[in-house]
């Protein structure tokens, strides 16, 4: 009996459980970012400068003020712009991250405490 094409196939299934074993124990040991921490930067080096000044001059057309721009240690790669506009109880993000691109947020945070958050990110839920 030709043991060979059995050994290949317990060594494939062994591989493969492998993989899959390590992939759930990663998943496990990886927690999501629950908190961040803005630290304010005066000039943010932007991915795409022309991008961002738009969205910068949408937030500003629409009575929002800027809040400053920051650094996020927790996702070192990550710039932010923040802008509030009082008045209607608003707030903007622009979001520039190495991978997932350039988006904005707005949100808006209701009496009750209920709040509503828009985003052009392309694959917000």
């Known amino acids: 009996m030709n043991t060979l ?5 317990i060594l494939a299934v062994v591989v493969i459980a492998l ?3 390590y992939k759930i124990l990663l998943k496990l040991s990886t927690k999501p970012v629950l908190e ?3 630290v ?9 400068k022309q991008k961002i000044t738009g969205f910068i001059d949408a937030f500003q057309r629409h009575g929002f003020e800027p809040a400053g721009h920051y650094d996020c240690p927790e996702m070192p790669e990550v710039k932010l712009s923040g802008f509030v506009n ?3 109880q608003l707030f903007g993000v ?3 991250h190495p ?3 350039i988006w904005a947020d707005v949100c808006v945070e209701y009496s009750d405490g209920e709040s509503l958050t828009v985003s052009s990110a392309p694959n917000a839920e």
């Not at 304010?40 to 795409?48: A, G, K, Q």
């Open 5 to 9: 094409p059995f050994v290949l196939l």
């Open 19 to 21: 993989f899959f074993l």
């Open 36 to 38: 961040i921490t803005l």
């Open 40 to 48: 304010p930067i005066e000039n943010p080096r932007w991915s795409d």
């Open 86 to 88: 009082p008045s209607e």
């Open 94 to 96: 622009i979001y520039d």
């Open 99 to 101: 991978i997932a691109g």
